[in-house]
């Protein structure tokens, strides 16, 4: 999987995105313009990623496991991005599953996430 996160890295930067810090939101974007469209911008997101959304707000507090959202069609790249820009968070979890304990990466969807799906 860090293969996966450098990937996106990558091409994020061969787009021209910039990352902006909390500490430059914070400020409201003092000194740097760029920070200040990250934070007027709306929220962009395909009918894939809003699906995968949908999906995850009508799953509640315990979310979906990683393998059930790939089974259901949605990529490792676009659950990742996702995830990248704080509307979802994977936790590793264990849980018990024929008698033995199991890890297993569980996806929920967080409040930034639930505002996005809202403003479509």
């Known amino acids: 999987m860090p293969q996966l996160w450098r990937r996106i890295d990558a091409s994020s930067r061969a787009h021209g995105r910039s990352i902006v810090s909390r500490r430059q939101l914070a400020r409201g974007g003092e000194g740097s313009n ?17 699906r995968a959304l949908a999906m995850l707000a ?17 990529g490792g790249a676009m659950i990742t991005g996702l995830v990248n820009r704080s509307l979802l968070i994977m936790t590793l979890e264990k849980i018990r599953a024929g008698g033995k304990m199991i890890e297993v990466v569980k996806v929920r969807i967080t409040e930034a996430g639930q505002e996005a799906l809202g403003a479509i």
């Open 34 to 50: 760029r920070a200040a469209a990250a934070v007027a911008q709306p929220m962009m997101l395909s009918p894939e990623q809003r």
């Open 58 to 74: 009508h799953a509640g507090r315990n979310g979906e496991t990683q393998p059930f959202l790939v089974a259901h069609g949605f």
